[in-house]
């Protein structure tokens, strides 16, 4: 157990509107990661951060924005939520990051839906 | 284009048997990780290969990596009910941030 927590765990909104994802680590690992999962497509990276206030984008960012003030907090916002965005949205940490090749430990996801 | 696949999709085998999973991927990467998925479910790490050669064991699962192929393969051994499940390759390309490209994962069920 990585210690990783997402909030909510599922929700349900309407296009258009504002969303915030909450991924919550206690470990103070450096790397966290924010992926979205849909079927036939694996999963897909959006965004990452190697550090507080350091973030840069993944294979699939537009519609999406990330902020890290706090080693322990990544949150993912969806400016204006579109149907396109349901999806079950899944946060990884990484424990060295780089340097050691390390394997992704994944947070129990949230499952997102766009009316 | 960073590319990763896996084949088969689907596949349905008796308890007992034995199956391979197959992961191709696009360009040249000797970080390869595996993990499986219960439905519902988080993804559980289960082997990481850093080298060309690497082999990895757990129980009835095996994994390798063959860098000059772009190939790894998971190795199912008499299959058990448990096993039944969808696993999924992912790889490193980059030096930096350590992203990871994901395959599509191939669901596995094992019928009694």
């Known amino acids: 157990d990585a210690g990783i927590t997402q909030s909510p765990r599922h929700k349900v909104t309407e296009t258009g509107t504002p969303v915030t994802l909450r991924c919550h680590q206690t470990e103070n690992h450096r790397y966290m990661y924010w992926y979205r999962q849909d079927p036939g497509h694996g999963l897909r990276l959006i965004h990452y951060?190697?550090?507080?206030?350091?973030?840069d984008k993944g294979e699939v960012s537009d519609g999406y924005s990330v902020s890290r003030s706090k080693t322990e907090d990544f949150l993912l916002t969806l400016e204006s939520a579109t149907s396109s965005q349901t999806s079950v949205y899944f946060c990884?940490?990484?424990?060295?990051?780089?340097?050691?090749?390390?394997?992704?430990?994944f947070g129990p996801g949230t499952r997102l839906t766009v009316l | 284009e960073l590319k990763v696949e896996q084949n088969p999709l689907f596949l349905s085998m008796q308890e007992g048997k034995n199956y391979t999973i197959y992961c191709n991927y696009s360009?040249?990467?000797?970080?390869l990780y595996w993990y499986r998925q219960d439905p519902g479910k988080s993804l559980e790490s289960l082997f990481v290969l850093l080298s060309n050669g690497a082999v990895k064991q757990e129980g009835r699962l095996m994994a390798s990596l063959d860098t000059k192929a772009r190939l790894s393969t998971l190795h199912i051994t008499a299959a058990v009910h448990d096993l039944s499940a969808t696993y999924f390759c992912?790889?490193?390309?980059?030096?930096?941030?350590?992203?990871?490209?994901f395959g599509t994962g191939t669901s596995l069920t094992v019928i009694p």
């Open positions: 992912a790889v490193d390309f980059t030096n930096t941030g350590n992203q990871f490209y």
């Open positions: 360009t040249t990467s000797d970080r």
């Open positions: 951060s190697y550090g507080v206030k350091d973030t």
């Open positions: 990884a940490i990484s424990l060295t990051g780089l340097a050691n090749a390390d394997t992704q430990y």
